[in-house]
């Protein structure tokens, strides 16, 4: 039997800065219209426009994004273990996606979907509960952390 060896990637969306119509610029640090397939995409653009066809061609099979959450902007990736050097360097140039200036932080980095799913679980509760103190008062934080938790859980290889 083959196995195939896989790293599971954590990785954060954070808004990049944006300029207001007066002119100042400030931090945006919640994008709210990034969907996974929109993510995808932009990780194949940004594959490409690094490493060309050979790198597409070498990543793009394994290429898979498992989890993305709009609430707080994580998401899970997976991607073959001979290859996963070249996403995260395409990660790096990543600056906007689908119009939008961001930048992509990795927090975690596996061998196994168990480890990524409990760090994904244990950063998503510990970014509700910051955005609660910053004063977002009309934020669930237990039915939030609770679904993300079934739904990081549903995750399989």
């Given at each position: 039997m083959v196995r195939f060896k896989?790293?599971?990637?954590?990785?954060?969306i954070l808004g990049g800065p944006v300029t207001s119509k007066s002119g100042e610029e400030y931090e945006n640090h919640h994008i709210n219209s990034i969907t996974a397939g929109m993510l995808h995409n932009t990780l194949k653009d940004a594959i490409a426009a690094n490493y060309g066809?050979?790198?597409?061609g070498c990543v793009q099979s394994s290429l898979?994004?498992?989890y993305f959450s709009n609430h707080?902007?994580?998401?899970i990736l997976?991607?073959?273990?001979?290859?996963?050097?070249?996403?995260?360097?395409s990660l790096f140039f990543?600056?906007?996606?689908?119009?939008?200036?961001?930048?992509?932080?990795?927090?975690?980095i596996g061998g196994t979907i168990l480890k990524?799913?409990?760090?994904?679980?244990?950063?998503d509760l510990e970014t509700l509960l910051r955005r609660q103190q910053q004063g977002n008062s009309s934020l669930?934080?237990?039915?939030?952390?609770?679904?993300?938790?079934?739904?990081?859980?549903k995750i399989e290889s």
């Open positions: 896989n790293r599971w990637v954590l990785i954060e066809e050979y790198g597409l898979n994004v498992k707080t902007n994580i998401g997976r991607v073959s273990r001979d290859y996963h050097q070249m996403l995260l360097v990543i600056k906007e996606i689908n119009g939008s200036p961001c930048y992509i932080t990795v927090r975690h990524a799913q409990r760090a994904a679980i244990q950063y669930d934080v237990d039915r939030l952390s609770r679904n993300a938790k079934e739904e990081i859980m």
